[in-house]
Structure formats: structure tokens, C-alpha cells
């Protein structure tokens, strides 16, 4: 027991007889302060970083995406285009022959028509007409 006593008294003799010396300790606690100031500001800084890296990430892969996204939607906005144009040529090509076919649906009903087809194909011919036959010879 005497030894734990012994070993109190001591450090409160230390302890109220140290020497202090103001402005050092000052300096001391500035610098342990800056130091503990720096080592948090550098982990704060790595955090914003690496915070700042992947918005940037993130950004840049949205940014891509969208570029990708417009590139296909003009690809097949010209593809549709030039297809939409293709039927159009068909489609006046189709109009143009329709046009025709009416109208040699029209000659063909005609009474002119039927009888130059009568004449020509059956060998027909009206009252009062005679028919001459020449045969091609070799």
C-alpha cells in the first residue's frame, strides 16, 4: 500500500510542480490542431473527390447513353424517310398504271373496240359487206 501512495504523491508533485511555458504549449496545440485539421480536411477532400468521380462517371455514361440513343433514332429516322419516299415513287407508279387501265378499260368497252375485235379476231362482218380472204402463200 505504501507503494500506491508513494506513486500518487509523485505524480501530484509532478503535476503541481511542472513548468509551463504558455506560448509553447500554444504552439503545441496549434500544431497538433493543423495536423488533425489536415489529416481530416485530406480524408474530406478524398470523399469529395471520389464523390466528385463518380457523378462525373455517372454524368458521362448518361451522356453517352442519350448520344447512342439520338444516333439510333436518326438512323431510323433516315432509314424511314427514304423508305417512306420509295412507297411514294411506287405508289405514283401504281396511280400512273391505274390511269392507264381505266382508260383502256374505257377503249375496250367502247363500241369501236368491241366491232375492230369482231372484224379482226372473228372474221365477222356486217350485212351488205363482203369479206375477202387472202391467204399469205410461200
Given at each position: 500500500?505504501?507503494?500506491?501512495?508513494?506513486?500518487k504523491?509523485?505524480?501530484?508533485?509532478?503535476?503541481?510542480?511542472?513548468?509551463?511555458?504558455?506560448?509553447?504549449a500554444s504552439e503545441?496545440?496549434?500544431k497538433?490542431h493543423?495536423?488533425?485539421k489536415s489529416?481530416?480536411?485530406k480524408?474530406k477532400?478524398?470523399?469529395k473527390?471520389k464523390?466528385?468521380n463518380?457523378?462525373?462517371l455517372?454524368?458521362?455514361?448518361?451522356?453517352?447513353?442519350?448520344?447512342?440513343?439520338?444516333?439510333?433514332?436518326a438512323v431510323n429516322?433516315?432509314?424511314?424517310t427514304?423508305q417512306r419516299?420509295?412507297?411514294k415513287?411506287?405508289?405514283?407508279?401504281?396511280?400512273n398504271?391505274?390511269e392507264?387501265?381505266v382508260?383502256?378499260?374505257?377503249h375496250?368497252?367502247?363500241?369501236?373496240?368491241?366491232?375492230?375485235q369482231a372484224?379482226?379476231?372473228?372474221?365477222?362482218?356486217?350485212?351488205?359487206?363482203l369479206l375477202?380472204?387472202?391467204?399469205?402463200?410461200?
Amino acid at each position: 500500500m505504501r507503494m500506491a501512495k508513494r506513486g500518487k504523491r509523485l505524480r501530484e508533485f509532478e503535476k503541481n510542480n511542472r513548468k509551463f511555458n504558455v506560448s509553447e504549449a500554444s504552439e503545441k496545440r496549434a500544431k497538433k490542431h493543423e495536423a488533425i485539421k489536415s489529416s481530416e480536411f485530406k480524408e474530406k477532400k478524398k470523399k469529395k473527390t471520389k464523390v466528385t468521380n463518380v457523378r462525373r462517371l455517372i454524368t458521362s455514361v448518361i451522356t453517352v447513353i442519350l448520344i447512342a440513343f439520338v444516333l439510333v433514332s436518326a438512323v431510323n429516322i433516315a432509314k424511314l424517310t427514304k423508305q417512306r419516299d420509295e412507297l411514294k415513287a411506287y405508289n405514283k407508279k401504281l396511280l400512273n398504271l391505274k390511269e392507264d387501265l381505266v382508260a383502256e378499260l374505257d377503249h375496250i368497252n367502247s363500241a369501236e373496240y368491241i366491232e375492230q375485235q369482231a372484224r379482226k379476231d372473228l372474221k365477222m362482218i356486217k350485212e351488205n359487206e363482203l369479206l375477202f380472204v387472202v391467204e399469205e402463200g410461200n
